[in-house]
Antibody, heavy 119, light 107 residues
Framework: QLLLQESGPGLVKPSETLSLTCNVS??????????WGWIRQSPGKGLEWLGT???????YYTPSLKSRVSISVDPSQSQFSLRLTSVTAADTAVYYC???????????WGQGTLVTVSS | DIEMTQSPSSLSVSIGDRVTITCRAS??????LNWYQQKPGRAPNLLVY???TLQSGVPSRFSGSGSGTDFTLTISSLQPEDLATYYC?????????FGQGTKLEIK
């Protein structure tokens, strides 16, 4: 069974860069049929898709963050990463990594990691 | 962006009830509608994808229907473990967007 595990700092200062990594337990990260994505959830609020990318570098990002967000995949390490630059308090959220299948659904999710933006 | 609107936002239910949650898209999304269940402190869990198809391991009391802009998630007989928040999501086009959620609470 696929397991996804997020890792990274839980506290980031305003204006700095948020960086998170998601470890993928099986070899499916190398299969181009799958996309790998990040979704966040602000405290007490709903879900926001940030972006998805596959192993050959095809990527899609939400326009509201497009200039600040990037996702990269490293099949050799079986992991993918999120970078969000110039963060503010509004970026405080639980960040989830997830796998997007060929049926266009997120079928596996990490447990989520809370990132707080504060000085 | 395609806006997804769920109704109701919350619902008081009893065990054994038939529960229906509605999701409306601001434009046609064909069949690209997914449903997720989220319990407090947990990640969302995929229930239904492509409007109708039950994810492996999901109980058959869950079902999805609809097309175009109007979609429904039905729980035929609510069980205690179904108390959670439910989200719809469209994957017809990016940015993929979610509904605001429907929270099921005990009456």
């Amino acid at each position: 069974q696929l397991l996804l595990q997020e890792s990274g700092p839980g506290l980031v200062k305003p204006s700095e860069t948020l960086s998170l990594t998601c470890n993928v337990s099986d070899g499916s990260i190398s299969r181009s049929i799958y996309y790998w994505g990040w979704i966040r959830q602000s405290p007490g609020k709903g879900l926001e898709w940030l972006g998805t990318v596959n192993s050959i570098g095809t990527s899609y990002y939400t326009p509201s963050l497009k200039s600040r967000v990037s996702i990269s995949v490293d099949p050799s390490q079986s992991q993918f990463s999120l970078r969000l630059t110039s963060v503010t308090a509004a970026d405080t959220a639980v960040y989830y990594c997830a796998r997007l299948t060929g049926d266009a659904a997120f079928d596996s999710w990490g447990q989520g990691t809370l990132v707080t933006v504060s000085s | 962006d395609i806006e997804m609107t769920q109704s109701p936002s919350s619902l008081s239910v009893s065990i054994g009830d038939r529960v229906t949650i509605t999701c409306r898209a601001s434009q046609s999304i064909s069949k690209y509608l997914n449903w997720y269940q989220q319990k407090p402190g947990r990640a969302p869990n995929l229930l239904v994808y492509g409007t109708f198809t039950l994810q492996s391991g999901v109980p058959s009391r869950f079902s999805g229907s609809g097309s175009g802009t109007d979609f429904t998630l039905t729980i035929s007989s609510l069980q205690p473990e179904d108390l959670a928040t439910y989200y719809c999501q469209q994957t017809f086009t990016t940015p993929y967007t979610f509904g605001q959620g429907t929270k099921l609470e005990i009456k």
